[in-house]
């Protein structure tokens, strides 16, 4: 897989830094169910192509 895309810069963008950090991990839960959104750029000779896409992440109070 590195090899294929040994080329191409990617890089990872959290719109919320608090709960998800720059490498895409959840860094911590929030209190209510929350939605995060990142963007995802891949650049390869100059050229950057960029897509924003969103996930839920499950609330501490929300019942089980």
Do not use: C, W
Not at 34 to 49: A, L, P, R, W
């Amino acid at each position: 897989l590195y090899t294929k895309y040994s080329g191409y810069e990617i890089k990872f963008e959290s719109h919320n830094p608090d709960i998800l950090d720059n490498n895409g991990r959840i860094i911590a839960q929030p209190d209510q169910t929350t939605s995060v959104s990142y963007t995802i750029t891949v650049t390869k000779d100059g050229v950057s192509e960029s897509v924003t896409l969103s996930s839920m992440i499950k609330g501490l109070y929300v019942d089980r």
